[in-house]
């Protein structure tokens, strides 16, 4: 039926199926990206974006897997490719690429793909995806640029470029992209299966013209959006309003000893809107820790959006609610051309600033700050003279909130959770390494009223000789406390090495020589508690020991909580210890 003939969707019901049905196509063409790519670090944690724009650039819909960074970028990058590109240019089976982190991308090894879907021979709608693919050069293995001082270290950088011309392969371009990796069958695999996802959103969205006509489905498109936006300024006019004040501070960027920086924002809550300003966040780093636009526009509103229902559709309307200023030659903000690559820390840096800022705003929804994702690459060549590389991560505990222990090992800030760390068998089949190890560690969140995430430690032995790179944050200045919280405690990477010496790394470091033998360990961070350790309930302190999130000792030390030889509350000891802690503080 053509879309003119077609009848027009006035059923609630129907339109809820159809809003369904792009939903689905996106978390479908994730799935397709995730079982069509090569790279192990795909493959086993799922970390595939996939997401509908209409031919203004706006956000119609995104996969739920997706991390809002990945779903912000494709937003904020496809109208570099619209600029670059007529519309009227394009034709059937086009497929653009581009990670330029000034046009909208993140860094090099992050690709973003994008097809044009056409309805009477005019674009109308975009299938957009992404994923951190294997290796695309620059100085470090996997895209891993702990120590890059400008983007060109950190690997190709790619403004839009046609990747397949009316549905044929433009040969020049992907042996471009071969010729500039360290793995060049795994990207050229890795590269496909974006064209993949995005061919399978392509087939799904005119699969719902056909049905339901183009006309219509524009309108329901129109709807969700506005649907979110309504939402989204519901729920902020519930939000005092006024001026809110955060900020958080970053260990370092591993090139100048001893530096530190800040994330700073005001936050202006207005009538169902709010305006977020970076004034005062330090200059940008000559480090990989500067962030792109479209990457610290995410961290603002996802830490919006933690104050605002979470069935809210995440599309448009969402970032129609915030206005964000973002100073120029900060970490915020870099001139080209600051390396990116390492963005994760001022953007979840920015998000945490925001979080204290609403905080004060609304006390009953404070949380303590948390700990961020933890990386590292190995990479060498194995004994049939074969290179490898291995990407891998972890994450440390989230903040304790009011009312709520933090979570542990959860990547909230970046991917959503634990259900995107790869699994330690699949890794162990594919790399010459072994993992000896891999636990929550106890005592390692912040004390509290409630109490802070565990973060986990890792321990891998490599079995040739490999290179090692990390990167981690709020490691040497720990995840803080709220409230009369205690801080998370601070992780760590160091090296086992053969002969019995333990070699201590910093938080970002490149290019670590192993030996076969060698055992790398990495710990993460625990989140920080929420209020006076002493008002935690002596029978959560308890079944904390129980559990092993928390020592006997430190149940004594810090709770004031005695346990009986049979490991029960002891009231009368409990009592009196809390009461030589309360004196012992207002000493």
């Given at each position: 039926?053509?879309?003119?003939?077609?009848?027009?969707?006035?059923?609630?019901?129907?339109?809820?199926?159809?809003?369904?049905?792009?939903?689905?196509?996106?978390?479908e063409?994730?799935?397709?990206?995730?079982?069509?790519?090569?790279?192990?670090?795909?493959?086993e944690?799922?970390?595939?974006?996939?997401?509908?724009?209409?031919?203004?650039?706006?956000?119609?819909?995104?996969?739920?897997?997706?991390?809002?960074?990945?779903?912000?970028?494709?937003?904020?990058?496809?109208?570099a490719?619209l600029?670059?590109?007529?519309?009227?240019?394009?034709?059937?089976?086009?497929?653009?690429?581009?990670n330029?982190?000034?046009?909208?991308?993140?860094?090099?090894?992050?690709?973003?793909?994008?097809?044009?879907?056409?309805?009477?021979?005019?674009?109308?709608?975009?299938?957009?995806?992404?994923?951190?693919?294997?290796?695309?050069?620059?100085?470090?293995?996997?895209?891993?640029?702990?120590?890059?001082?400008?983007?060109?270290?950190?690997?190709?950088?790619?403004?839009?470029?046609?990747?397949?011309?009316?549905?044929?392969?433009?040969?020049?371009?992907?042996?471009?992209?071969?010729?500039?990796?360290?793995?060049?069958?795994?990207?050229?695999?890795d590269?496909?299966?974006?064209?993949?996802?995005?061919?399978?959103?392509?087939?799904?969205?005119?699969?719902?013209?056909?049905?339901?006509?183009?006309?219509?489905?524009?309108?329901?498109?129109?709807?969700?959006?506005?649907?979110?936006?309504?939402?989204?300024?519901?729920?902020?006019?519930?939000?005092?309003?006024?001026?809110?004040?955060?900020?958080?501070?970053?260990?370092?960027?591993?090139?100048?000893?001893?530096?530190?920086?800040?994330?700073?924002?005001?936050?202006?809550?207005?009538?169902?809107?709010?305006?977020?300003?970076?004034?005062?966040?330090?200059?940008?780093?000559?480090?990989?820790?500067?962030?792109?636009?479209?990457?610290?526009?995410?961290?603002?509103?996802?830490?919006?959006?933690?104050?605002?229902?979470?069935t809210?559709?995440?599309?448009?309307?969402c970032?129609?609610?915030?206005?964000?200023?973002?100073?120029?030659?900060?970490?915020?903000?870099?001139?080209?051309?600051?390396?990116?690559?390492?963005?994760?820390?001022?953007?979840?840096?920015?998000?945490?600033?925001?979080?204290?800022?609403?905080?004060s705003?609304?006390?009953?929804?404070?949380?303590?700050?948390?700990?961020?994702?933890?990386?590292?690459?190995?990479?060498?060549?194995?004994?049939?003279?074969?290179?490898?590389?291995?990407?891998?991560?972890?994450?440390?505990?989230?903040?304790?909130?009011?009312?709520?222990?933090?979570?542990?090992?959860?990547?909230?800030?970046?991917?959503?959770?634990?259900?995107?760390?790869?699994?330690?068998?699949?890794?162990?089949?594919?790399?010459?390494l072994?993992?000896?190890?891999?636990?929550?560690?106890?005592?390692?969140?912040?004390?509290?009223?409630?109490?802070?995430?565990?973060?986990?430690?890792?321990?891998?032995?490599?079995?040739?000789?490999?290179?090692?790179?990390?990167?981690?944050?709020?490691?040497?200045?720990?995840?803080?406390?709220?409230?009369?919280?205690?801080?998370?405690?601070?992780?760590?990477?160091?090296?086992?090495?053969?002969?019995?010496?333990?070699?201590?790394?910093?938080?970002?470091?490149?290019?670590?020589?192993?030996?076969?033998?060698?055992?790398?360990?990495?710990?993460?961070?625990?989140?920080?508690?929420?209020?006076?350790?002493?008002?935690?309930?002596?029978?959560?302190?308890?079944?904390?020991?129980?559990?092993?999130?928390?020592?006997?000792?430190?149940?004594d030390?810090?709770?004031?909580?005695?346990?009986?030889?049979?490991?029960?509350?002891?009231?009368d000891?409990?009592?009196?210890?809390?009461?030589?802690?309360?004196?012992?503080?207002?000493?």
């Amino acid at each position: 039926m053509s879309a003119a003939t077609s009848p027009s969707i006035d059923d609630t019901i129907t339109r809820e199926i159809v809003k369904s049905a792009l939903a689905v196509a996106v978390e479908e063409a994730s799935i397709v990206v995730v079982r069509s790519a090569y790279s192990a670090f795909i493959q086993e944690g799922a970390d595939a974006c996939a997401a509908l724009l209409d031919a203004r650039a706006r956000l119609v819909s995104q996969s739920d897997a997706t991390s809002l960074m990945h779903g912000a970028s494709l937003r904020a990058s496809l109208p570099a490719l619209l600029e670059d590109f007529e519309i009227a240019s394009m034709q059937p089976g086009d497929v653009y690429v581009l990670n330029d982190p000034y046009r909208g991308g993140i860094h090099a090894n992050d690709l973003l793909v994008f097809r044009p879907i056409f309805v009477d021979a005019a674009v109308a709608w975009f299938g957009g995806t992404l994923i951190h693919v294997a290796d695309l050069g620059g100085a470090y293995p996997a895209g891993l640029a702990s120590l890059a001082t400008d983007v060109f270290s950190e690997g190709l950088v790619l403004p839009p470029t046609r990747l397949y011309a009316a549905g044929k392969p433009v040969l020049s371009v992907q042996r471009l992209l071969a010729a500039n990796s360290r793995t060049p069958d795994m990207v050229l695999g890795d590269v496909r299966a974006l064209v993949a996802g995005v061919n399978i959103i392509s087939t799904r969205v005119r699969e719902l013209i056909a049905r339901h006509g183009a006309s219509d489905l524009a309108r329901i498109a129109d709807d969700s959006i506005a649907y979110a936006e309504k939402r989204m300024r519901e729920e902020l006019r519930q939000i005092p309003r006024g001026v809110y004040r955060g900020a958080f501070r970053i260990d370092g960027d591993g090139i100048v000893a001893d530096a530190h920086y800040d994330v700073r924002a005001r936050v202006e809550v207005g009538d169902g809107d709010v305006h977020v300003d970076f004034e005062g966040t330090s200059p940008q780093s000559p480090g990989a820790i500067n962030a792109s636009l479209s990457q610290i526009l995410s961290g603002v509103v996802y830490a919006v959006r933690c104050f605002a229902d979470p069935t809210i559709p995440m599309n448009e309307g969402c970032f129609r609610v915030i206005r964000a200023s973002f100073p120029e030659g900060s970490l915020v903000n870099p001139l080209p051309p600051a390396a990116c690559g390492g963005r994760v820390v001022s953007v979840t840096a920015g998000t945490e600033a925001v979080l204290a800022a609403l905080s004060s705003a609304l006390p009953q929804h404070a949380v303590a700050q948390s700990a961020i994702i933890h990386v590292y690459a190995l990479s060498g060549v194995d004994d049939a003279g074969v290179p490898w590389l291995c990407l891998n991560y972890d994450f440390g505990g989230l903040g304790a909130r009011s009312g709520s222990d933090g979570a542990d090992a959860t990547g909230a800030f970046f991917l959503g959770g634990r259900s995107v760390i790869p699994q330690i068998e699949p890794l162990e089949g594919r790399f010459p390494l072994r993992f000896l190890r891999a636990s929550l560690l106890e005592d390692s969140g912040g004390a509290g009223t409630w109490r802070g995430g565990r973060g986990t430690e890792s321990a891998v032995r490599v079995l040739t000789d490999a290179e090692l790179t990390v990167r981690g944050d709020r490691i040497d200045v720990p995840p803080g406390g709220l409230g009369g919280g205690a801080a998370g405690v601070g992780g760590s990477y160091h090296v086992l090495r053969g002969d019995g010496r333990r070699e201590p790394l910093h938080s970002k470091q490149a290019k670590v020589k192993l030996r076969a033998g060698d055992v790398f360990v990495m710990r993460t961070s625990g989140g920080g508690g929420l209020g006076p350790p002493t008002g935690r309930d002596p029978e959560c302190v308890c079944a904390d020991v129980d559990a092993r999130r928390v020592s006997r000792a430190a149940a004594d030390s810090v709770y004031g909580v005695v346990l009986d030889a049979s490991g029960r509350v002891d009231d009368d000891a409990t009592d009196a210890r809390r009461r030589a802690i309360a004196g012992a503080a207002s000493a």
